[in-house]
């Protein structure tokens, strides 16, 4: 960390999932620098101002880490936290990362207002994702299934799912953003591995250091 004060000044995404995550690592650190104050610093990026087009076509994973990767260089930031899974393949230029705390469950779930299954969805039946993975995944064991493009944080696709009136017979998410919210209460089914094999690094966090 190149802030040589009292503080470790961390930055975040604003959504609840990512203030949880943050608000974890900030623990992390106090317990290991009991002395050093922590401060967070909340960032808006591209990929939560952009929901209306499906992620892949403005830009992918990065539009998430962006605006953080240029505080940690401008040096406005000690370090960045993010799910291990939204961090792009290659490495960012002059950024390390710094830890990757303990995983949780890397499954896929599915989140359905009627209690579907995967076997038990119907014919035809709408599931939200917005991740190509998860998609092609989804067609191979249910080629039947029409799938229908779903933005926003966690907060916001969970309520989109349980919307009775909404267009989503069910939609995929990840078991550790519902997990650290406390809100397994909703998930109708965990997939098996054997039917949606997760992301590299899902359930997994990280953070980046200049």
């Known amino acids: 960390m190149t802030n040589s004060s ?9 959504s609840a999932l990512a203030r949880w995550q943050t608000d974890y690592v900030g623990r992390l650190l106090s317990t290991q620098y009991p002395t050093r104050r922590i401060e967070i610093q909340v960032f808006s990026t591209r990929g939560d101002e952009v929901l209306d087009q499906p992620l892949p076509e403005v830009g992918g994973k990065g539009l ?3 605006e953080l990767e240029a505080a940690l260089r401008s040096g406005a930031i000690d370090l960045a936290v993010h799910s291990l899974k939204d961090l792009p ?9 710094g830890a990757v705390p303990v995983r949780v469950d890397p499954s896929d779930v599915l989140v359905s207002r009627s209690r579907y299954t995967l076997r038990s969805l119907p014919d035809g039946a709408t599931v939200g994702t917005s991740s190509v993975r998860r998609g092609a995944q989804l067609r191979y064991t249910r080629p039947d299934l029409k ?5 926003g944080n966690i907060d916001t696709r969970l309520r989109k799912a349980l919307d009775p009136n909404g267009p989503y017979d069910a939609v995929l998410l990840a078991h550790a953003g519902l997990e650290r919210l406390e ?3 909703h998930i109708s089914e965990v997939l098996d591995l054997e039917i949606m094999l997760p992301a590299p690094g899902q359930g997994a ?3 980046s250091v200049s």
């Open 64 to 66: 998430f880490t962006a």
């Open 205 to 207: 966090l990280e953070y």
């Open 6 to 14: 009292e503080t470790i000044r961390i930055g975040t995404r604003a």
């Open 89 to 97: 393949v290659d490495d960012s230029p002059g950024l390390v990362v």
């Open 147 to 151: 799938l229908h493009d779903i933005r």
């Open 183 to 185: 809100l397994t209460e």
